[in-house]
Structure formats: structure tokens, C-alpha cells
């Protein structure tokens, strides 16, 4: 069986980083694209950004040049380095990831909250 576990979220003010983490375990034969999502109170659920097993990122416009994303192929885990926060970034963020196990197919993380105070 497959899991997603994010850590690393908290309570940060405007203006200041924080990096979360989601670590993949469990029988995992290979993993492709893995991406956080975000979801704030009352809206839905956006895709923020997105790393192919080979490096490639991708990100939305409202994180482009404040948010990285990286991945640790051999740990399995993806990190989001988010700089220069705004009020308007807290969220849940969730992990997301294409893992080709005993089901191949896409998994979730529970999710993390981040909270930026102004």
C-alpha cells in the first residue's frame, strides 16, 4: 500500500519561507510526476507545481518566482520551498504523485497547513 505524508507546515508571517515535504512509501516500483496542490477555505483545489522524475518543473502564475519545487528520487520525497508568503497563500497543501505500485495510478496526501499572518 502506497502513502503520502507532508510535513512541514505551520504558521509563518508575510514576508517570511517555509518548506514542506512529502515523503512517498510503502511498495513503489517508480514514481513520475509528483506536484502540490493548494486549497484554501471556500475554493478549489489549484495545482501550484509540478516536477517530472527527470527535473522538469512547472509552476502556476501566482507562485512563479516565489515558490520551488524539488524532488529526491532516491528518498522518494518532494519538497516546496516557499519564499516572500502572502496572506493569500495559506492553505492546505497537498502532495500529489504518480506512483506506479501493485495499483498504478495517482495518490493523495492528507495534506499540510500553511497559515501566513499579515
Known amino acids: 500500500q502506497v502513502q503520502l505524508v507532508e510535513s512541514g507546515g505551520g504558521l509563518v508571517q508575510a514576508g517570511g519561507s517555509l518548506r514542506v515535504s512529502c515523503a512517498a512509501s510503502g511498495s513503489i516500483s517508480s514514481i513520475n510526476v509528483m506536484g502540490w496542490y493548494r486549497q484554501a477555505p471556500g475554493k478549489q483545489r489549484e495545482l501550484i507545481a509540478t516536477i517530472t522524475s527527470g527535473g522538469s518543473t512547472n509552476y502556476a502564475d501566482s507562485v512563479k518566482g516565489r515558490f520551488t519545487i524539488s524532488r529526491d528520487n532516491a528518498k522518494n520525497t518532494v519538497y516546496l520551498q516557499m519564499n516572500s508568503l502572502k496572506p493569500e497563500d495559506t492553505s492546505v497543501y497537498y502532495c500529489?504523485?504518480?506512483?506506479?505500485?501493485?495499483?498504478?495510478?495517482?495518490?493523495w496526501g492528507k495534506g499540510t497547513l500553511v497559515t501566513v499572518s499579515s
Open positions: 500529489n504523485a504518480v506512483i506506479r505500485s501493485t495499483y498504478t495510478g495517482s495518490y
